[in-house]
């Protein structure tokens, strides 16, 4: 499994930090996890077009984790509307079609891709959901954030796992879809001293990491207040385990 941190960042617009997302790759699949402004640029980065994108999961509807949606469904259908050979799963917790519909209201048939190309997934954010795709399984839990927020756990077939926070404050399934994960992408978003509601900081992440027995703690979703501040160790206040502040880009191959 392959592992790039798209964007590290949040809302606040930053040449070195993207807003969110994240690569994972598979044999079979590349999986994105959320698409803040700027993800297509840092795909590009990576040399991945959005045609080979498989499956796209939404933690929620925020802009910074959402936003580039509407773009990329435009780049996918023009100049060249059969350009995409595979189809797209767009997976997202309760309120996802609405969602989407809402899009299509704004945007017209310009998002509106050939019959077949575009699969909307809506998991249920109340219990969770684990789905079964051709290489890996993706587990979604709900996490206290927004009403649809989801945190999601991909498996791959040699057992493999990757966890991915997306927005939230400390909550039961965060710990549970980062359990035992290879590596724990999580939301960090301002150090100890700035707490604000609905978001984690270092601290608190690394309480969460240590309750899951994660292998590994990434901190993202940086705010500007956690620049020149070592939230690294006041990650490890709590977590004795590797940690990690994210960057734009940051690779993991993981075994």
């Given at each position: ?38 993800t297509m ?185 956690c620049d ?28």
């Open positions: 499994m392959n592992v790039t941190l798209l964007g590290s960042g949040t809302c606040v617009p930053r040449l070195a930090r993207s807003a969110c997302a994240v690569l994972v790759e598979t044999k079979a699949a590349k999986i994105l996890l959320d698409l803040g402004p700027g640029r840092r795909l590009l980065r990576c040399d991945v077009s959005i045609f080979d994108l498989t499956h796209i999961f939404l933690s929620h509807f925020h802009p910074d984790h959402s936003a580039e949606l509407v773009p990329l469904l435009f780049a996918t259908k023009y100049p060249d509307p059969l350009a995409r050979a595979r189809p797209l799963h767009l997976l997202g917790g309760s309120g996802l079609k609405r969602f989407y519909k809402a899009l299509q209201g704004a945007y017209g048939d310009w998002i509106v891709l050939p019959a077949g190309q575009l699969l909307v997934g809506e998991i249920d954010t109340l219990g969770g959901e684990t789905l079964h795709f051709d290489d890996f399984k993706l587990t979604a839990r709900p996490v206290a954030h927004r009403p649809e927020s989801l945190a999601c756990r991909i498996e791959d077939a040699d057992g493999t796992v990757v966890a991915y926070s997306g927005d939230t404050e400390p909550c039961p399934g965060l710990v549970e879809a980062a359990r035992r994960a290879d590596l724990f992408i999580c939301e960090s978003a301002m150090p100890d001293e700035h707490k604000v509601p609905g978001h984690l900081t270092p601290r608190l992440a690394g309480q969460m990491a240590a309750q899951a027995q994660a292998r590994r703690l990434v901190l993202t979703h940086l705010y500007p207040a020149g501040v070592d939230i690294v160790k006041q990650a490890q206040g709590t977590y004795k385990g590797p940690v990690l502040a994210a960057e734009d880009l940051m690779n993991f191959v993981l075994p």
